[in-house]
């Protein structure tokens, strides 16, 4: 219990001192989240150097199960392989509407006990990608963390370098953007 603690309070530290970056005001193609088409495994493609919970692990995905729409439970299965021991690892979490957005997919999501972060959807097409952030700003320390997702494994580098193109002409910052290894799996 105590390394997960250390883990939360140093991923929340570290991300505040260098990494991706939110803009201001967070502009959203994703208006209103059609939960059962987003639901499903998701690939990851990339990620903020900040998150640490993808440290040493390749082949990473998530999976979405709806429980509820009413009121909205999701589901959430993180899952990666160890590249140092081959093994694989895996977090169960879960998701709720995020009831102070309006006029965005908007989501909470907690692993571990009831400490809930933003998950923001800012674009996707349900059936290709998923650019997905967590934008927290504090007076003690903000923090920042950008994904990339795909339905298949490994996203065309043409349409992986469009959603780069794309976030950077929202405003974020992903200069410590991690490609993921979804090789060898």
């Known amino acids: 219990m105590h390394f997960i603690v250390a883990l939360l309070v140093g991923s929340f530290l570290l991300s505040g001192v260098e990494g991706s970056k939110c803009p201001a005001t967070i502009n959203v193609n994703c208006t209103t989240l059609d939960v059962k088409a987003y639901a499903g495994r998701w690939f990851e493609q990339t990620h903020s150097k ?18 509820s729409t009413s009121p909205l439970k999701i589901g959430v299965n993180n899952t990666c392989v160890n590249k140092k021991t081959g093994r694989p690892h895996s977090d169960i979490g879960r998701a709720k509407a995020n009831s102070t957005a ?4 908007a989501l909470e999501v907690a692993f571990f006990a009831d400490f809930y972060g933003p998950y923001l959807v800012v674009d996707t097409d349900y059936k290709t990608y998923s650019i997905v952030v967590s934008c927290l700003t504090g007076a003690m320390a903000s923090f920042s963390d ?17 959603l780069m193109t794309k976030l950077k002409t929202l405003g974020f910052d992903y200069s410590d953007v991690v ?4 090789t060898s799996c």
Request: hydrophobic share 35%; glycine share 2%; charged share 15%.
């Open 179 to 182: 490609y993921t290894q979804q």
């Open 102 to 105: 309006t006029g965005e997919c």
């Open 146 to 162: 950008i994904w990339i997702l795909s339905r298949q494994q490994q996203l065309p580098k043409p349409t992986l370098n469009m």
């Open 50 to 67: 900040s998150f640490v919970w993808d440290l040493d692990c390749k082949c990473i995905s998530a999976d979405y199960t709806i429980h």
